[in-house]
């Protein structure tokens, strides 16, 4: 029995296949790590990318502006709604919370001299 890819067996009618193909994938594989490591590849795939970014810019927009206009038809909140809405309700905790404070200290201070007094 071949237990090794190398060897070859007369009656496996795909083993020549699949030997071709492992070839193949290597040799590609190989190559494209090559390319992929190469500065020129890093400087083109940047400039893709930035041309991308800047022609898709407008449509970015455009979609955001319509969504907005879309949500406000629908009495819906939009992302800086529920952004202003957090940032209010965060303040709205943090004098709640300075205001619980400040009465446990007052309550602490009428029970310790409201003894001191008997």
């Known amino acids: 029995m071949a237990d090794s ?3 070859f067996n007369p009656f496996d009618p795909t083993g020549m296949i699949k030997g071709m193909r492992d070839a193949n994938m290597d040799a590609w594989s190989k190559m494209m790590i090559d ?3 190469t500065d020129a590849y890093a ?3 940047g400039a893709m990318l930035d041309a991308w970014l800047t022609s898709s810019a407008p449509f ?3 979609l955001e502006d319509s969504m907005a206009q879309a ?3 629908l ?3 939009s992302r800086d709604d529920v952004t202003r809405l957090a940032e209010r309700l965060t303040n709205i905790e943090i004098r ?3 205001l619980d404070a400040k009465l446990d200290e007052q309550a ?3 029970l310790s001299g409201g003894h001191g007094h008997e």
């Open 35 to 37: 390319i992929v490591n």
């Open 43 to 45: 400087t083109s795939t």
């Open 75 to 77: 009495n819906l909140p």
């Open 5 to 7: 890819n190398n060897d």
């Open 60 to 62: 970015r927009k455009a």
């Open 108 to 110: 602490r201070q009428s």
């Open 71 to 73: 949500l406000a038809q």
């Open 96 to 98: 709640l919370d300075d």
